[in-house]
């Protein structure tokens, strides 16, 4: 899976219809945020930074949720977006949440061991969980 990094508002116009998990590593505005769904109409979930989180309005985080789009608190270190505007999310991931599911972990002890995965914030794991997942 592929999440899409956007540095600044102006990237937001760059995006592709077919993004589907996009990082917002810059503070996103109500507009900034409106525009992105305009652009990407298949978007299904947007990943802000925990400083930036908290300044999303109630209003915007309402028309989100009615949209079906998760809205998840979290940073991605250790990108390097110079190099590629995508961060990906390894398959072998997937693999090893369905290993501990299977072996019979709950989500809570699933969320502690795969927590120390660089990258993986507890918001963007329990959207992977759900099954929200995009190849």
């Not at 908290?54 to 190099?83: A, C, F, P, Y």
């Not at 072996?103 to 969320?111: D, F, Y």
Request: contains cysteine; charged residues 35%.
């Amino acid at each position: 899976m592929k999440i899409r990094v956007v540095s600044s508002k102006d990237e937001i116009d760059s995006l592709r219809k077919s993004d589907t998990i996009i990082h917002l590593a810059f503070r996103p505005s109500n507009k900034d945020i409106f525009a992105l769904i305009q652009k990407c109409p298949e978007v299904k979930a947007i990943h802000v930074p925990s400083s930036y989180f908290k300044n999303i309005s109630d209003s915007t985080k309402m028309v989100l949720n009615l949209q079906g789009i998760s809205l998840l608190e979290g940073d991605i270190w250790g990108h390097r977006k110079d190099i590629n505007e995508y961060y990906e999310i390894k398959q072998e991931v997937f693999d090893k949440i369905e290993e501990l599911k299977t072996g019979g972990l709950s989500e809570a002890e699933i969320l502690k061991r795969m927590g120390r995965i660089p990258g993986l914030s507890k918001d963007l794991l329990q959207f992977l969980m759900k099954g929200k997942k995009e190849k």
